[in-house]
């Protein structure tokens, strides 16, 4: 039998997967509900509104994001196999987002939407973190400002997610992010750096 604990953190987990499929608007009571297998009850006595679960959804999955995040640096070999391992979640997470999410968040719920933000910041100051560490390793080129190279990364992967014209070509959003990713990572690596990068790829095209 399942804990009150157990409870709410099934609906978190269920109306997290929906927030981020289906964006906050349409994302409704009704449906968390339905899709948790439990009554609109149930879920008003753990969530008194919808605001309160969107919240608490966002909080759960940025401390997730962070955990993974801290895992695998913690048992990558170096930054560029780290940076491989990162982009792998969020690839899987870019892929599972509708593009609705931010735009609505901010519409809606302007401050979850700068938590969101806080949460972006932080991606930028961590990368940039990382790509300082791989320039004192030698691997990314020494005049490159790892602080405009991690917002510029950020910046375009968040275009590519909202660009709707990636349709009229001939290859899927998710070929645009795997081009992305490499060619910025090509862009800042010294030779050895490269080394590390094919590397990698090779490995990455295994897993997918």
Same mark, same amino acid.
């Given at each position: ?17 929906? !927030?981020?499929? @289906? ?35 966002? +909080? ?8 993974? @995040?801290?895992?695998?640096? *913690?048992?990558? +070999?170096?930054?560029?196999?780290? !940076?491989?391992?990162?982009?792998? /979640?969020?690839?899987?997470?870019? $892929? &599972? ?37 791989? $320039?004192?390793?030698? *691997? ?11 917002? !510029? ?6 275009? !590519?997610? /909202?660009? *709707?014209?990636?349709? *009229? ?5 998710? &070929? ?23 590397? &990698? @790829?090779?490995?990455?095209? +295994?897993?997918?």
């Amino acid at each position: 039998m399942k804990t009150e604990m157990d409870v709410k953190e099934h609906i978190i987990q269920e109306a997290g997967k929906l !927030l981020q499929r @289906v964006g906050p608007t349409s994302m409704t009571m009704d449906i968390v509900a339905r899709s948790c297998g439990i009554s609109k009850r149930t879920l008003y006595e753990k969530f008194p509104d919808k605001l309160t679960l969107v919240k608490e959804c966002i +909080e759960a999955e940025h401390r997730r994001q962070n955990e993974q @995040v801290k895992q695998i640096f *913690d048992q990558s +070999e170096n930054c560029f196999a780290a !940076l491989f391992n990162v982009y792998t /979640h969020v690839r899987e997470y870019m $892929q &599972n987002m509708s593009t609705a999410y931010v735009d609505d968040l901010q519409r809606l719920y302007p401050e979850l939407f700068v938590k969101q933000r806080e949460q972006e910041h932080n991606f930028v100051l961590g990368l940039s973190s990382v790509l300082k560490q791989a $320039q004192a390793e030698g *691997d990314v080129l020494p005049d490159i400002n790892t602080d405009i190279a991690a917002f !510029l990364f950020l910046t375009t992967m968040s275009n !590519l997610h /909202h660009n *709707d014209s990636i349709a *009229d070509y001939d290859f899927k959003k998710i &070929n645009a992010f795997d081009g992305a990713f490499l060619n910025f990572l090509r862009g800042i690596a010294t030779a050895s750096g490269r080394q590390i990068i094919d590397a &990698n @790829v090779g490995k990455m095209k +295994e897993a997918n």
